[in-house]
């Protein structure tokens, strides 16, 4: 994720006060130090990282921590203070009708970012409509409308048309049903005095209510000048970052930000049209600083058991909390972990999980976890629906045959026999507990 250096060696330096009370210059200037070295590292520009610094280092000196406050807390308290203000606040967005208009290089993820935006919208209860006026790309009328179908969305574009101009004309008129309208435009290389003039021309054309610059997140140094020039000819009012799912550095992206006076509105996390999350500037560098971010977790959760409740009209995750834990609930929760994403994004967004748990795995952990469960799953459909009921009726032969039968191994089949009774006896403590107790911990969780 985008400035992950950042969260690891700041974990690592504010370890070493473990224990401290109070905090001494050396200390601070070690912590500075290694804030600077990451944030260069990951392509901020230098100016912004001296401004952050200067700051941190001036509070973690002059300010006293509240009493019963270890020196770690203090200035990982001011680091993500800081740190927040860097960002700054997300690109305001009222949910009204509206058009919005897409510009960036090409490969930035343009495209891709206009159907996530719609299948946004319409999650919030409005109808929106992508517009396509890509007329330079082979490929973007195509792959737009697809991406449209995904997010059910309503698009227009002309696969014939060759002026992109006339094209957000008319699908300005095509779409006048929709609430919002996201106007994607083309992209070339790099920036030229053609592409200018054209999405000028488009924009005096929609006349947008908001423009957004999109940026891929792998984005170094050239981000400024693409800022700025984008910047002086349709005017940035937000950033949508994307591809923050790769090995991507994220600096660059926060530098064109500065260089715009704008802020950032989405985060692209990867290919498909649910990958976006509305920018939140406390909940990206709690993530960030591996301190957890429980609201989008607990709205990821609700989503996915949502839809996998939407599936399956029988199942109802409330009933594991009354009935036995079958296995049958068992792949539920499967399923609904798996609808949530990728694992390490999820375990990103744990308290106490994030960055500093994930870094002590190997890299490979996760996909072995994740294979684990896709084993676990053809194995649960090798058993039969009494088994998957009650598993304590597999004995030694069917294990051996559901193995075989799944193509894994016995040592699989066990395996997840015994993960299944952890989590029952998990659920039942659950059950044990009153309802207030029940209330608290969700609350806890993120309610
Ligand atoms: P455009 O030329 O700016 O319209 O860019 P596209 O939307 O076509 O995106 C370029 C490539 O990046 C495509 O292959 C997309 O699938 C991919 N892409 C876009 N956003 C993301 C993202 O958030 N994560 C990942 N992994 N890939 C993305």
């Known amino acids: 994720m985008v400035l992950d250096d950042l969260g690891t060696s700041l974990r ?8 401290k009370t109070r905090l001494d210059e050396d200390d601070v200037e070690e912590i500075v130090k290694e804030i600077q070295r990451s944030l260069l590292s990951a392509d901020v520009d230098v100016s912004l990282v001296m401004e952050l610094s200067d700051s941190i280092e001036t509070r973690a000196l002059e300010e006293e921590p509240p009493g019963g406050t270890t020196a770690r807390d203090h200035v990982l308290k001011i680091v993500y203070e800081e740190m927040v203000a860097l960002v700054g606040d997300s690109t305001a967005l009222p949910l009204e009708s509206q058009t919005i208009l897409l510009a960036g290089l090409q490969g930035s993820g343009k495209t891709t970012s206009a159907a996530k935006m719609a299948w946004w919208f319409s999650t919030k209860g409005l109808r929106p409509a992508v517009i396509q006026t890509d007329t330079f790309r082979p490929g973007a009328y195509d792959q737009a409308k697809q991406m449209a179908e995904r997010a059910e969305v309503d698009f227009y574009g002309d696969p014939d048309g060759d002026d992109p101009v006339e094209i957000a004309r008319e699908g300005m008129e095509a779409t006048a049903d929709a609430d919002v309208r996201i106007v994607d435009t083309a992209g070339r290389h790099a920036l030229e005095d053609d592409l200018i003039a054209e999405i000028e021309e488009i924009e005096r054309e929609v006349d947008p209510d908001r423009s957004l610059l999109v940026l891929d997140a792998a984005i170094g140094q050239g981000a400024k000048d693409q800022a700025r020039q984008f910047e002086e000819s349709i005017g940035i009012d937000g950033v949508v ?8 550095k994220g600096g660059g992206a926060l530098t064109a930000v500065n260089e715009t006076g704008s802020s950032i509105a989405f985060l692209g996390s990867g290919e498909t049209v649910q990958d976006i999350e509305r920018f939140e500037p406390s909940g990206f560098i709690s993530r960030l600083l591996g301190m957890g971010d429980l609201k989008q977790l607990s709205e990821r959760v609700e989503r996915a058991m949502q839809e996998t409740q939407e599936e399956d009209d029988d199942w109802d995750p409330e009933d594991m909390l009354e009935g036995s834990f079958t296995l049958k609930d068992m792949k539920k929760q499967m399923d609904a972990m798996n609808r949530m994403g990728p694992l390490d994004q999820v375990m990103d967004m744990i308290p106490g999980m994030g960055g500093g748990m994930m870094d002590q795995l190997p890299d490979d952990a996760m996909d072995v976890t994740q294979d684990r469960m896709r084993k676990f799953e053809r194995i649960m459909d ?3 629906d009494e088994e998957l009921e009650n598993p304590r009726v597999v004995g030694q032969e069917r294990t051996r045959r559901i193995a075989r039968g799944s193509g894994t191994d016995e040592e699989t089949v066990r395996q997840l026999l015994e993960q299944h009774s952890m989590m029952e006896r998990t659920i039942e403590q659950f059950q ?7 209330q608290r911990m969700m609350k806890k969780m993120g309610g």
Do not use: N, Y
């Open 12 to 19: 690592s330096s504010l370890d070493t006060l473990q224990g």
């Open 241 to 248: 970052i994307t591809k923050l799912d790769g090995t991507a």
């Open 382 to 384: 090798s058993m039969t």
């Open 432 to 438: 044990g507990m009153g309802e207030g107790d029940m």
